[in-house]
């Protein structure tokens, strides 16, 4: 177990719907981040959060959207899928400076 | 981001050591050095970093050339789960957008 922890593990749901992935950063961790990994693209980073805040963004679709709570576990929402949204999506949460970073096992979303 | 080359595939036997490779030419003096690797169907995992010195922990040694161009990811005795994609990373170490950005890293076979 890594510390953090990603819901559901495994996601099959149908072109144009709707869907939320779950992530809770390591504790004391303020950073979250999202990555997709698809075959084709390797990790490709989303999105960041720090504290609540959107820090940095990378090739997130107009179609996902993401947010970190209070509690500072953060939420993926990806609306209008296609199949080429199926892939491994991965949260990691880091210390604010230097340190490594945690990710989780990831959800496996498979859009049918 | 600054840029990391890596070989595509090295191959190892077990319990000999492994030297994987990474450039770096156009490294900034803030940015970080990072290794982390994935094992199939997991998510990546954190190996070493390190930004001037060499580093050494229980997982492997960060041998960085002193000009900081290239660095070199030891591990001492390779075993059969040593069998992953090694990322090598640059993270900018100023302020708090810390994204880090994957490349193809290198696949690491070890042979029995």
């Known amino acids: 177990d890594s510390g953090v922890t990603q819901t559901p593990k495994h996601l099959i749901t149908a072109t144009g719907q709707r869907v939320t992935l779950r992530c809770s950063p390591r504790s004391g961790d303020l950073s979250v981040y999202w990555y997709q990994q698809s075959l084709d693209q390797g990790l490709q980073f989303l999105i960041q959060?720090?504290?609540?805040?959107?820090?940095a963004k990378g090739n997130i679709l107009e179609r996902f959207s993401a947010q970190q709570f209070p509690d500072l576990h953060s939420e993926l929402n990806l609306s209008s899928l296609e199949l080429g949204d199926s892939a491994l999506y991965f949260c990691?949460?880091?210390?604010?400076?230097?340190?490594?970073?945690?990710f989780g096992s990831g959800t496996r979303l498979t859009v049918v | 981001d600054a840029k990391t080359t890596q070989p595509n595939s090295m191959e190892s036997n077990e319990e000999e050591p492994v030297h994987l490779p990474c450039n770096h030419s156009?490294?900034?003096?803030?940015?970080?050095i990072h290794w982390y690797r994935q094992l199939p169907s997991q998510g990546p995992e954190y190996v070493i970093h390190g930004l001037t010195s060499n580093v050494n922990n229980r997982m492997a040694s960060l041998a960085i050339a002193e000009d900081r161009k290239s660095s070199t990811l030891i591990l001492h005795r390779a075993t059969l789960r040593d069998a992953a994609v090694y990322y090598c990373i640059l993270r900018d170490g100023r302020g708090s957008n810390y994204k880090l950005t994957f490349g193809k890293g290198t696949l690491l076979t070890v042979n029995p």
């Open positions: 990691a949460s880091s210390l604010p400076w230097e340190g490594g970073y945690t």
């Open positions: 156009t490294i900034s003096g803030t940015d970080y």
């Open positions: 959060y720090y504290n609540g805040e959107e820090r």
